[in-house]
């Protein structure tokens, strides 16, 4: 194991950073609670987390300044400081979408997920007082707390890949489910009252279903955004609201209704045969319940011909 990865397992293994990070979280958690400003800054209305996206900007503007500050001259200092405010400037947003992010994970993720942010409220920090030395005229103090602030950034940056790509934090946990292909059957249609919700398991993925108005609907029953059990959630306005952080996904489609999930929930066919609840996945290609739909069209047209006939 490399250093890096040492340093990051010991952040893992730090309980103590408990102690700091419970109460931010529980602020970020009441600041953010209003549907519109949670489903903004989750990234719900574009279809994946805001803040990986945001994190280019800031990274990309003050990795060129540091460049155009070492082998630049004097003719690139207006670009390196133009740069240097722009990194500034979108570290904001980029800073308050990751909060809401953070907020949502606990132990290991929390305690990394701290010292991420830690670590790039410092590297802003110095970019704010190194923009403020160059205004001033001190462009030599202004680069050295550039090329410190690139370093902080950089380590930071670290600990945001670790987060994403080893510890999965807001991957999508539905993404690799496929769900069967085929009507797959599952409760006897008498176990399932209207208003009532069962958890099954068809073709190795775990369906929630629900009747409403005397018709079943089939989710997913892992939350896409950190892999909540929606069985053990609530039941409201034809949706189902995750018990872990509120996400909230209607019925007839899996959309969202509110975050911090941004990818829909995967959403199952369902239909009564022979007695029992069938579920599938929709054909690639079809919208679902428009198989069904045709499935239905062409039974009533053969039997039409045969009466004819």
């Known amino acids: 194991?490399?250093?890096?990865?040492?340093?990051?397992?010991r952040l893992e293994r730090a309980e103590a950073l408990d102690r700091a990070a419970?109460?931010?979280?529980?602020?970020?958690?009441?600041?953010?609670?209003?549907?519109?400003?949670?489903?903004?800054?989750?990234?719900?209305?574009?279809?994946?987390?805001?803040?990986?996206?945001?994190?280019?900007?800031?990274?990309g503007a003050w990795t060129m300044a540091a460049l155009l500050d070492a082998v630049g001259g004097s003719e690139s200092e207006q670009a390196a400081d133009l740069l240097v405010t722009a990194g500034v400037a979108a570290a904001v947003p980029t800073a308050v979408t990751g909060l809401n992010d953070w907020s949502d994970t606990m132990g290991a993720e929390s305690r990394v997920g701290l010292v991420h942010a830690a670590g790039n409220t410092t590297a802003l920090g110095l970019y704010a007082a190194s923009l403020v030395e160059r205004i001033r005229g001190n462009r030599r103090r202004g680069k050295v707390l550039g090329f410190v602030g690139f370093g902080v950034l950089a380590a930071s940056a670290y600990l945001g890949g670790h987060l994403s790509f080893v510890r999965g934090v807001?991957?999508?946990?539905?993404?690799?489910?496929?769900?069967?292909?085929?009507?797959?059957?599952?409760?006897?249609?008498?176990?399932?009252?209207?208003?009532?919700?069962?958890?099954?398991?068809?073709?190795?993925?775990?369906?929630?279903?629900?009747?409403?108005?005397?018709?079943?609907?089939?989710?997913?029953a892992t939350c896409s955004h950190m892999g909540g059990p929606l069985g053990e959630g609530t039941f409201e306005d034809g949706c189902v609201v995750c018990p872990w952080h509120g996400s909230t996904f209607r019925f007839t489609d899996g959309g969202i209704v509110r975050g911090p999930a941004s990818a829909p929930q995967p959403c199952y066919e369902t239909r009564i045969q022979d007695g029992r609840i069938e579920v599938r996945a929709a054909p690639k290609g079809v919208p679902e319940g428009e198989a069904e739909k045709r499935t239905h069209r062409v039974r009533r047209r053969i039997l039409a011909r045969a009466g004819a006939s």
Do not use: C
């Open 170 to 220: 807001n991957v999508n946990r539905t993404a690799w489910e496929q769900g069967p292909e085929e009507w797959t059957p599952t409760l006897a249609e008498g176990d399932l009252a209207d208003g009532d919700h069962r958890t099954v398991e068809a073709g190795g993925v775990q369906i929630l279903l629900h009747r409403m108005s005397g018709k079943v609907y089939a989710l997913a």
């Open 22 to 59: 419970e109460p931010v979280s529980k602020v970020v958690q009441r600041t953010v609670r209003p549907r519109l400003v949670r489903n903004l800054l989750s990234g719900t209305f574009q279809g994946h987390p805001l803040h990986p996206a945001l994190t280019d900007v800031p990274i």
């Open 1 to 9: 194991m490399s250093m890096p990865q040492k340093t990051v397992r």
